[in-house]
């Protein structure tokens, strides 16, 4: 896994820089789909007589998913287009470079137990990964606590009275009435108390999801934090988690020497070596289908003739280009996919940080800002001096709200006065920065997203050569290893004619500690301003 995953402390997945107790839900994996080996041969010329030079396989989109694809055709030698909308491969995953410095937008650590995958990934980089230790804390209070939590350092950083308040809070959660449970707030105070809710549930959880915690179902709760109590918390804090290990707490993970957007270029640049081409600054705005199949599509105003398309583009985006026009249930249901944007803002800062954690997590209220990423902790590479300290603030939104909205420069000035008084760097030390807006970065599952994306499918299914990969081409919240399983599975269909269900592809479950059903958070999700936005508006 290589995403960021936003959470509440609680659990956390093996490969996001996030505590993963509310990360967005992930479906869980069909085995038959994880166990096929990806296309590795060249395959039976009659399988792949379609394509041709005159008809390539076209992949849209140049993220981790999209490059997957063109890397394993062009590899085999079959001609190959990826189109990319922006001038950068790597999607969500790149890198961002400003005057020598690289940006990591989220965090991406390369850990995975997908075997090909992790494969993948070292034939690409060859030497060029890194292993770096995993260090992340909670911010609370202008204090660090461990994570996971450690009992003296928990006592150290409360002090004697807010352990007192926590405790008598606790005491009387757990003698009075319960009362309703129809919230996140309701049933976490009710075990834990209202004070340690406060502490470290509230504030993190509403910034996360960009609602009260009286709106977030207390189901989402039950299934993130079931089985916790005050006492087992502390026993685990004091004498460790023995006989119930996190499982998915990993001490070190690779990650490559100039950061996630270094294997995004390699890879382009091993694509064009074997005869394939990446194109930058290509948006497609037209999918053209007759008789079941895409015939033509158009791109960066060229016109193409694919013999399959592989497309990592959302599913509104896809809906919304295709020509003729989705039947009027398949753009409804588009219309109603739900995204949680969030932006970075990159700070450089002409002194050395106290601290160095590779991530911490803001439980502190007052400030808007969710994690903070201390690049140099990632790699040293990321920084082109000894003395100046690279950070990006991350902060969680939705697109068209009042952050969002925000000038660049006034971002920039909010992440100086933040950082401050957070004490953890002074304004004035500043050099400079800039925002980077990561569009559709999580999409949100809501109560109707199931029958939603099952409309899509339904209409997808009848184009014969189209296949949606990724994350945002399934509506699901894959992280990177898992969006590039997809891309593998899609090119094991085309070239060697499987049948692999990729919408089934989703090693997720293989970091929880049960397999269960996900809930989604909201008790009615909100609308946010990019669902009035045109179908087709494709970033």
């Known amino acids: 896994m290589t995403d960021d995953q936003p959470i509440s402390p609680g659990e956390e997945t093996g490969t996001d820089a996030a505590p993963a ?195 977030i179902r207390s189901e989402f709760a039950a299934q993130r934090i079931k089985g916790l109590s005050f006492f087992s918390a502390a026993k685990s804090a004091f004498f460790g988690n023995k006989g119930n290990k996190i499982k998915s707490l990993i001490s070190e993970f690779n990650y490559p020497r100039y950061g996630p957007g270094q294997m995004w270029e390699q890879m382009t640049d091993d694509i064009r070596a074997h005869g394939g081409e990446v194109r930058l600054n290509a948006p497609v705005t037209r999918l053209r289908i007759d008789g079941g199949r895409v015939v033509e599509l158009v791109a960066g105003g060229e016109t193409l003739t694919p013999s399959h398309v592989i497309s990592s583009l959302p599913l509104r985006t896809t809906v919304g280009i295709a020509d003729p026009e989705a039947p009027v249930d398949v753009r409804d249901a588009a219309r109603g996919l739900r995204y949680r944007d969030f932006l970075t803002v990159a700070l450089v800062i002409k002194s050395p940080v106290t601290w160095d954690d590779n991530w911490i997590y803001i439980h502190q209220p007052g400030v808007n800002v969710l994690r903070i990423q201390n690049f140099r902790s990632w790699s040293e590479f990321l920084v082109p001096n000894d003395t100046d300290t690279s950070l990006g603030m991350e902060y969680f939104c939705f697109e068209g709200d009042q952050i969002w909205s925000m000038s660049d420069d006034d971002l920039v000035a909010m992440a100086s006065r933040e950082i401050e008084h957070l004490g953890l760097a002074r304004s004035e030390d500043v050099k400079f920065g800039f925002a980077v807006r990561v569009h559709k970065a999580y999409p949100m599952y809501d109560v109707e997203y199931p029958e939603r994306v ?37 090119v094991d269909n085309i070239l060697l004619g499987t049948d692999h269900d990729i919408w089934a592809v989703n090693a997720e479950s293989v970091y929880h500690e049960e397999d269960v059903a996900d809930e989604q958070p909201y008790r009615e999700a909100p609308e946010t301003p990019a669902m009035e936005q045109p179908l087709a508006s494709e970033r």
Not at 457 to 476: D, F, K, M, P
Request: net charge neutral.
């Open 21 to 215: 107790a509310d990360a967005a839900p992930a479906a869980d994996a069909a085995p038959a789909a994880d166990a096929a080996p990806a296309a590795d041969a060249a395959p039976a010329a009659e399988l792949v007589a379609g394509i041709t030079p005159e008809r390539p396989v076209v992949v849209l989109g140049g993220g981790p998913a999209g490059l997957t694809a063109g890397y394993l055709l062009a590899k085999q030698g079959h001609p190959v287009i990826v189109l990319e909308s922006t001038d950068q491969v790597g999607g969500i995953a790149r890198t961002e470079v400003r005057d020598g410095y690289r940006f990591d937008l989220g965090g991406h650590r390369f850990f995975t137990k997908v075997k090909e995958v992790d494969e993948l990934w070292h034939e690409i980089m060859k030497e060029e990964f890194l292993k770096r230790p995993r260090k992340s804390r909670i911010y609370y209070n202008n204090k660090f606590f461990e994570y996971p939590l450690d009992g003296m350092d928990v006592i150290k950083n409360l002090g004697l009275v807010e352990l007192v308040r926590c405790f008598v809070s606790y005491l009387w959660a757990a003698i009075k009435p319960k009362g309703p449970e129809d919230t996140f707030e309701q049933w976490v105070s009710n075990r834990f108390g209202k004070r340690l809710f406060t502490i470290f549930f509230k504030t993190y959880s509403e910034k996360l999801w960009g609602v009260p915690t009286s709106e």
């Open 454 to 490: 099952a409309t899509i499918r339904g209409w997808l299914e009848g184009i014969e050569n189209l296949t949606q990969v990724g994350r945002n081409g399934l509506h699901r919240y894959n992280n990177s290893d898992h969006s590039m399983l997809t891309a593998m599975r899609a």
